[in-house]
Each structure stands twice: as structure tokens, then as C-alpha cells.
């Protein structure tokens, strides 16, 4: 059963895909719910663990990689360098309400020694990056957009975070997209990136 979510578009409410999952379970029958990437991180994988255990269902988690290690790894990109990169965040684009979150730390997103990844950031970028370039981040800091990362048909467009809006609206990439920002990419970095994206597409 086809229950993935499509941003802004037409797609399976959570509350709903809890109470199927539930439903099937009490049934007698194995449930698997599959979802790409790393279920725990923002795939709303802990509301249904929780409907699961108020339900008094068992529950195993199968660990799968983050869709950033997974698009990284594809673009032959490191996250982490001895050299720029001491630390690795993840950032959500947005809010329970689908708008910017405002409780980000956004001085944590302009430290040039880290590598940022934002998760569904298509609506917000524009927005998101305007914040946190008040707050210090260098507008000319390399940055990638990721769409449908590790599938066949990835897709990649490259560009200084400042530019990077803009440029992500004109590919008009389908499906889910995430950010990658920081010093460790850079020129040759995008370079390559852009060279796998098109030998992979």
C-alpha cells in the first residue's frame, strides 16, 4: 500500500497511516512500513512507534542510512574533514506547520567548520537562507540540492547558498529534495558532484 507523503500535494495524513498500520497488526498480519532513508530522523517514524506501543504492538526497527550519508556517499563527498568540517547537523526546512521553523540556532548554520544538511527545504530555502545570513552565515558558502537522493534519476544543481534558492526554483527538480552546506564543498567538490549527478542520470 502506497502511503507515501508528497509535499504539498495529495498524500496519506499520519494519523491515518498509524491507524492502518495498527489495524493490520491486530489482524494477525506482519506489517513492514518502508521508508527511504533513515526512518528516525524527520521521517515521523517516532509518532508511529508510539501509536504502536499505546496500541501494545511489538515493533522492530530495521537501521537504514540517512538520505544525506546516502547522497554524499553517491557524490563521493565527504561530510567531515580534518581540515573544514568538525561537525555535521541536521536542520529541518520545515515546521509541523510546513512554514520555517524559528527555534533554529541559526548562528550554528553560519560556523564554517560545519557541514549543514537541511531536509525539505524547497518552500523555505529562500527564507531560511535570508535568516541565517543576518545571523553571519557567508552567502558564498558552497552549497548542493539534492533531489531524490541515491535513486537513479538524482539530481544535483550547485551554487553559492546566496544564489541557491533562486537557481533550486528554476530546475523546478521533482520530489523530495535536502541541502547540503559548508566549506567542504567546495569548487572541486561541486565539480565532481555535478559530473557523478550527470553519469548516474
Keep these: 500500500m502506497l502511503v507515501g507523503k508528497t509535499g504539498f500535494g495529495p498524500s496519506c495524513k499520519q494519523d491515518d ?10 489482524q494477525g498480519k506482519r506489517v513492514v512500513r518502508l521508508k527511504g532513508g533513515d526512518p528516525l ?13 499505546a496500541a501494545n504492538i511489538s515493533v522492530e526497527v530495521v537501521p537504514g542510512i540517512t538520505a544525506v550519508q546516502g547522497a554524499a556517499s553517491k557524490l563521493g563527498l565527504p561530510l567531515t574533514d580534518r581540515k573544514h568540517a568538525r561537525r555535521l ?17 541559526w548562528r550554528s ?18 527564507a531560511l ?14 552549497a548542493l540540492a539534492i533531489a531524490r537522493a541515491t535513486r537513479p534519476d538524482q539530481a544535483v544543481v550547485a551554487g553559492p547558498i546566496g544564489e541557491l534558492a533562486e537557481r533550486l526554483a528554476q530546475a523546478a527538480l521533482p520530489g523530495p529534495v535536502l541541502v547540503m552546506l559548508g566549506r567542504i564543498i ?13 553519469r548516474h542520470g
Design 17 to 26: 497511516i498509524n491507524a492502518l498500520m495498527v489495524s493490520l497488526a491486530k
Design 41 to 53: 530522523i524527520f521521517g515521523r517514524a517516532g509518532e508511529e512507534l508510539a501509536a504502536c506501543k
Design 89 to 105: 547537523q541536521y536542520v529541518t526546512g520545515h515546521a509541523k506547520d510546513g512554514k520555517l521553523p524559528m527555534d533554529i540556532d
Design 109 to 126: 548554520l553560519a560556523d564554517p567548520a560545519t557541514t549543514t544538511a537541511i531536509y525539505m527545504p524547497t518552500r523555505t530555502l529562500a
Design 129 to 142: 537562507v535570508a535568516k541565517a545570513t543576518a545571523e553571519g552565515l557567508d552567502p558564498k558558502t558552497p
Design 186 to 198: 567546495g569548487e572541486h567538490a561541486v565539480e565532481q558532484a555535478v559530473t557523478l549527478a550527470r
